[in-house]
């Protein structure tokens, strides 16, 4: 059985971050990184703890976890029949074929890959704000035909938007959310 699983971002920063900015409290995704990094190391794997003890991640070090997170999918017998690079080197899309293909994904991605994902993103647009990230993400939506509030209080505003609107809706949420980040 062949399964494309996307790695949609995580949205940690946009979803788990404030729900309702207000002007006064508007972090940077930087600022919201470095205040929730020790709660990052102490939960994460050695292995990701390791690039991220300084608190930023370089292209080497992300690569590496990329890598790593690959290997690990290939290493446990699961092939990986498709993949796609973003500009900055994230994965897009990510095909894999075997038995027990997304609980191998899962795991490997905490093992190696997701924490170091989530700082790779914070380095690539440091001073966005989670009002600029969802803007940009409404704003594709509707340059792809789908009407959704253009000042969204949070992310789960404009998933329930999209999921209200239809499955093609949610698809193009999860499109865009990838490509603006």
């Given at each position: 059985?062949?399964?494309?699983?996307?790695?949609?971002?995580?949205?940690?920063?946009?979803?788990?971050?404030?729900?309702?900015?207000?002007?006064?409290?508007?972090?940077?995704?930087?600022?919201?990184?470095?205040?929730?990094?020790?709660?990052?190391?102490?939960?994460?794997?050695?292995?990701?703890?390791?690039?991220?003890?300084?608190?930023?991640?370089?292209?080497?070090?992300?690569?590496?976890?990329?890598?790593?997170?690959?290997?690990?999918?290939?290493?446990?017998?699961?092939?990986?029949?498709?993949?796609?690079?973003?500009?900055?080197?994230?994965?897009?899309?990510?095909?894999?074929?075997?038995?027990?293909?997304?609980?191998?994904?899962?795991?490997?991605e905490e093992?190696?890959?997701?924490?170091?994902?989530?700082?790779w993103r914070?380095?690539?647009?440091?001073?966005?704000?989670?009002?600029?990230?969802?803007?940009?993400?409404?704003?594709?939506?509707?340059?792809?035909?789908?009407?959704?509030?253009?000042?969204?209080?949070?992310?789960?505003?404009?998933?329930?938007?999209?999921?209200?609107?239809?499955?093609?809706?949610?698809?193009?949420?999860?499109?865009?959310?990838?490509?603006?980040?």
């Amino acid at each position: 059985m062949r399964r494309v699983v996307l790695l949609m971002p995580l949205l940690t920063l946009a979803a788990c971050g404030n729900t309702t900015p207000t002007p006064d409290s508007a972090q940077t995704f930087r600022e919201e990184w470095l205040r929730r990094l020790p709660g990052i190391l102490r939960d994460t794997s050695a292995f990701q703890r390791q690039i991220l003890e300084d608190g930023q991640v370089t292209a080497a070090e992300h690569e590496r976890a990329r890598l790593a997170f690959i290997g690990c999918i290939e290493d446990a017998g699961v092939r990986i029949t498709d993949l796609e690079l973003d500009e900055h080197g994230q994965i897009d899309l990510l095909g894999v074929a075997g038995e027990g293909a997304d609980a191998t994904v899962k795991s490997c991605e905490e093992t190696f890959y997701g924490d170091v994902r989530e700082a790779w993103r914070v380095a690539i647009r440091p001073d966005d704000t989670e009002e600029t990230f969802l803007g940009r993400i409404a704003a594709c939506m509707a340059e792809n035909g789908y009407r959704v509030s253009s000042d969204p209080a949070n992310y789960l505003q404009l998933k329930s938007e999209a999921e209200g609107i239809g499955p093609d809706a949610e698809g193009q949420l999860i499109e865009c959310t990838n490509a603006v980040q």
